[in-house]
């Protein structure tokens, strides 16, 4: 019995050590993280400002920036698919605008960039069909060229319309 309490004086005073030391060390990353934009400022800040090893710096920053990224996320996505209802409405309203660009009719809405353009793509591909024969309407009539054609008649934004006027050169060229 007296190995056991023996054991426990020497061995509970380096746990808390332990564990004290893993607090600090988490308080010295939270800390660094505040007054930097990204993980590498992090990493460089524990090194200079509290003397880490490069290498555990970086990993120790690099994980936070993980998980605060992880948590934003989570957050960012609970509060879009709460709106789920509202964005339906907007992707109507959008996907029937007389300009055609929906991307930017989304941002209008406070959509950011990517899911906007994510979004814009999914309805772009919906309707392949339907591209496909104005494309074919367009390359038919000899007045203008392919992608003018689909911008004025069919309002397609100016990006996809010269993509699709490159596309058709290219394959001109290699005939």
């Known amino acids: 019995m007296r190995s056991t309490k023996w054991s426990l004086v020497v061995v509970l005073p380096a746990v808390v050590v332990a564990c004290k030391s893993a607090s600090r060390k988490l308080s010295e990353v939270r800390s660094c993280s505040a007054i930097t934009i990204d993980a590498k400022g992090a990493s460089q800040c524990l090194v200079l400002q509290y003397k880490w090893s490069k290498a555990d710096a970086d990993k120790a920053a690099g994980a936070f920036q993980r998980t605060e990224d992880s948590t934003a996320q989570v ?3 609970s509060g879009w698919h709460a709106g789920a209802a509202q964005h339906e409405k907007e992707i ?3 996907a029937s605008d007389p300009s055609g660009d929906v991307v930017r009719c989304l941002l ?3 959509w950011a960039d990517a899911r906007a353009k994510g979004t814009a793509d999914s309805l772009w591909r919906r309707d392949a069909p339907q591209r496909r024969d104005q494309v074919l309407r367009c390359t038919r009539q000899k007045q203008m060229q392919a992608g003018a054609c689909l911008q004025l008649y069919y309002k397609w934004s100016p990006d996809r319309s010269l993509a699709v006027d ?3 050169r ?3 060229m290699r005939r």
């Open 92 to 94: 109507r309203q959008c």
């Open 75 to 77: 957050s960012a996505d």
């Open 166 to 168: 490159d596309s058709i």
């Open 170 to 172: 290219r394959a001109q």
């Open 108 to 110: 209008g809405y406070g």
